[in-house]
């Protein structure tokens, strides 16, 4: 890549190495921006003869070229890539979603010397329009060898970012207190309500019980008949271990026990279950308070009706502290 100042008329194909601005202050091309003719003609109006500029040398391409290639590579679902000012790529989700990220992928696609990618944090749940993702160039141009190795680590390891989205999610509620279950409901209620507006839902089903295995075993089978995306255990009892009660009934009621405890403060005593492909999810203490815990992690994923596994949960360590 070379850099000169030529003649306003020889400019057609070259690359701004410098922002335009009218005598006004408006911006009027940016840096990196490739030239066209009616760009030279609409410089030429404005008074200037000759203009700072960048020309690629062979095995080279521009900066909107190459983040304009790897943004349409990087992610997939509902998503859209938009093009922005200074060798940048958007993509931005064109409904209600959540936001998978492939971390490890991502640490490599950065490790790359000339195209850099930041997204959302992986389980964000996103709405239309929101930016998920954006990819950066090194300024004016990238090494065409360097474009294809990344594209080579994108074709061969699939997307680094997925916005999955979420369509007409059902949430169920089970309140569960030692004495009675209107208690718990009369507790919880009112947070869980608040917790799900976050997402413009609210339970469509929801039981109240007694916190023994017997009742909690029946009203787990009663909601988990309704098919709901999710089933959420709002207990006033902190159990010590998958053993107790709420373990125990969803065991009774066919369900795999996938995971206890969570790196993430509040929400350690998360106990999370599949009966097929319903997720339970109880977290203990987490209804009491509409502050961020456990639950606003992990329910994006579980309403975008992807299976969360106990491996990505054990994940949620670095940045679990949200207190």
């Known amino acids: 890549m070379r ?38 003609r609409l410089l030429e109006t404005e008074g200037l003869q000759t203009i700072w500029v960048t020309e690629l040398d062979e095995g080279e391409i521009s900066e909107d070229d190459a983040v304009l290639h790897v943004g349409a590579r990087i992610g997939c679902g509902s998503l859209e890539v938009r093009m922005a000012a200074g060798g940048r ?78 369509k007409d999610p059902t949430v169920a509620v089970l309140y569960s207190d030692h004495c009675s279950g209107d208690r718990a409901r009369l507790l919880f209620e009112p947070i869980m309500r608040q917790r799900l507006e976050k997402f413009n839902l609210s339970p469509r089903y929801s039981l109240a019980t007694v916190e023994n295995e017997d009742s909690v075993t029946k009203a787990l089978g009663h909601l988990a008949r309704a098919n709901p995306t999710v089933i959420l255990v709002a207990s006033t009892t902190a159990p010590a271990g998958p053993e ?23 929400g350690n005593l998360l106990l999370l279950g599949y009966r097929g492909s319903i997720p339970i999810l109880s977290a203990p203490g987490c209804f009491r308070s509409a ?25 949620l360590g670095h940045g679990g502290l949200l207190i």
């Not at 850099?3 to 601005?21: H, Y």
């Not at 107790?244 to 509040?266: K, S, Y």
Request: glycine share 6%; net charge neutral.
């Open 89 to 166: 790529a958007n993509l931005l989700a064109t409904e209600d979603c959540c936001v998978l990220v492939d971390d490890e992928l991502l640490r490599q696609i950065n490790c790359a010397a000339s195209i850099v990618i930041a997204t959302t944090s992986n389980f964000t749940f996103a709405r239309a329009g929101d930016r998920l993702a954006t990819v950066k160039s090194a300024p004016f141009a990238v090494s065409r060898q360097q474009l294809d190795a990344v594209v080579n680590i994108l074709n061969e390891r699939g997307p680094i970012l997925q916005a999955r989205p979420i």
């Open 3 to 40: 850099a000169q100042t030529i003649d306003i008329k020889q400019a057609n194909g070259r690359v701004l190495c410098c922002t335009i601005f009218r005598p006004g202050g408006r911006k009027l091309l940016s840096k990196g921006h490739l030239l066209s003719e009616d760009d030279v």
């Open 291 to 315: 502050r961020s815990n456990v639950v606003d992690l992990i329910l994006p994923p579980m309403l975008a009706r992807y299976r969360v596994s106990g491996w990505e949960i054990a994940c």
């Open 244 to 266: 107790d009660i709420v373990g125990r009934a969803m065991v009774n009621l066919g369900a795999h026990l996938e995971r206890f405890l969570a790196p993430v403060e509040p």
